[in-house]
């Protein structure tokens, strides 16, 4: 067994390889991610092998100590110190003297992300205690009558540090509780650039006191999640700044609240709504979007008639229209009928040039043979569709015209075109969402290169420039599957072959000359060369919709 220190070296050197590929990476690609989370990815890797390592080495004296850990870079010590839980980082400290000054260096950085939501008085006032003015901060915490002083001090002395500020209300207060908060949360926060508020129970109280939320001054905001009256937001100046909001209250929203988020937020590229329930009562004058707008997520309570909703939209419509489910007891398969009303609403929406109809499997293959839908025909006859997702997805296909771009998952392609036949004349990107390996032996049965379609080939796209294969890395594919693909199910005149994520085998030199006989060129993509928004990025969507917030 490897002693100790030579071990520990072992495995820093390869946490260090790893931290240079990802900064080769970013440097070379130009795909701008931030550092803590390539260092927290990266450090992940080799996090429960380092940990044990640093236990031993801690336990154990090591007259090689300072000699092996001299050569470590301080900043990769410090990067590896804040992303150690308590217990590592304090058996850290003793490996050597410069590990030890290293850690106390770097005391910032250690204690600069807090989430502070069921702790005793006190607690947190000693670890912002531990940073120094200045440093950036990230903070989560509960607005609630435990605890309550330290957080408004917090924020009185602290908010000029917040880089992203998240907190919740629990509703645990008395009326002469009010006026603390409302001066704590009326201070400006000219660095905060992500800001999360859930205060439904506390909002109508803010708003009647006066409330200046952040001051009013808040340049570098450009992610909002708030859960609340609509009122507190009307003629909100940060607003303007804002890229990407949730929104959200309680009980019935009318097209009132509506408007008074798209007077303000004008500037929105992502707007995600959720809707416990829609007051049909309100006025039906028509909201215009924004023009800005990229991305727009629906997200319903269950038998919510979401057409309601859909008729109050302008003629404006977003390039990109995605429908998801919350992490709590909504399902896609609730809530992805939203699509179906977009469609069926026809004029407001029917610009829709890009649609992600992309089959959750894990879900449908616990719901399969649950969701019956029906789709009628003319002539009086009724199509059954046991996934609600396929019915959206055929409904798109026949409906959709102007789509120019379509991201379909490889058993939603294959289950449709068993439908019919369909032309998308002004189609030119296909992005095909091939089967995880993991889903292969359930759904192996419905893939598109195992499937004859029982008519010529069902899906014409006399414009299709460009068909991407979008696979989970190192998914293999032989050159006859892909002519097999576009011989069976699409007419197109010889596109682009797009490979994300998938790798083409070359031991068949005939089958390689058949495939490109039917392509003029291949290109390798990566996630963040598809203009689109992915679908299968379940993280993406859970992140815009979720109310809890990341912090290490």
Known sequence: MDEPGPRLLALLAQLADALDEEAQYI???????????????????VRSHLNVALGTYARKQNEHAQTLT????????????????LRDRIAASHV??????????????????????DQHPGVLSERLARVPPGVPLTLAAYIRRKGAEDLLHALETRMCDFRALHLRSLGDYLPSDIPPWIAALSHEAPHVERFSLVCNELSGALQSGGLRLLGHCAPRLRRVKFYGAADVLHAWPPARNVHSLLFSQRGFTSAQEIRIILDNFVNIQELALEFDDWNVNATATQLALPESLRLLVMSVEYGLDTRDILRTLGHASPATFAVCGTSGSISPRDVLGVVSDVIRAGEPLEAVKQLLAVQDTESALKDNNVVVRASRLPGGKTRWFTDVQLLVCVTALETFVHLTDLTLSETLLTSALAYGSYVIPNLTT???????????????????????PDREPPLACPALETLVLAGHPQTT???????????????????????????????????????????CNVRQYARHDLDLYDARNEAYFQELLSWHPRIQ
């Open 477 to 519: 594919l032989a050159p006859g599957m892909v002519s097999f693909l576009l011989q069976s199910y699409i007419t197109v005149q010889q596109p682009v072959l797009g490979l994300c994520g998938v790798v083409l085998l070359e031991d068949d030199i005939s089958q390689v000359i058949e495939m490109l006989n039917h392509i």
């Open 27 to 45: 440097t070379t690609t130009n795909h701008l991610r931030s550092h803590a989370e390539v260092t927290a990815f990266t450090i992940e890797r």
């Open 70 to 85: 001299a050569r470590l870079p301080a900043e990769l010590l410090c990067e590896v110190f804040r992303h150690l839980c």
């Open 96 to 117: 050597s003297h410069r590990w030890r000054k290293v850690s106390l260096d770097a005391a910032a950085l250690l204690w600069a992300e807090i989430k502070s939501y």
């Open 430 to 452: 296909l992005v095909l969402a091939l089967l995880p390996p993991a889903m292969q032996a359930q759904w192996g049965q419905r893939s598109a290169f195992l499937m004859v």
